[in-house]
C-alpha cells in the first residue's frame, strides 16, 4: 500500500487553518481512518 503526500500552498486566509502541521495531522488521521475501514472490510468477508 502507498501513501502519497501532497504539499498545499493555500492563498493567504487559508494559510491560518491550513498550515503544514495541520494538513499532517488531517493526513495522519485520513490514513488511520482507510487503514480501519480496509481492516473491517477484510475482517466482514
Given amino acids: 500500500m502507498f501513501a502519497m503526500k501532497l504539499r ?3 492563498l493567504f486566509p487559508l494559510q491560518i487553518v491550513f498550515t503544514t502541521s495541520s494538513m499532517d495531522t488531517f493526513y495522519e488521521i485520513w490514513t ?3 487503514t480501519l475501514a ?5 475482517l466482514e468477508k
Wanted: hydrophobic letters at 35%.
Fill in 8 to 10: 498545499y500552498e493555500p
Fill in 38 to 42: 480496509i481492516e473491517l472490510a477484510h
Fill in 32 to 34: 488511520l481512518r482507510s
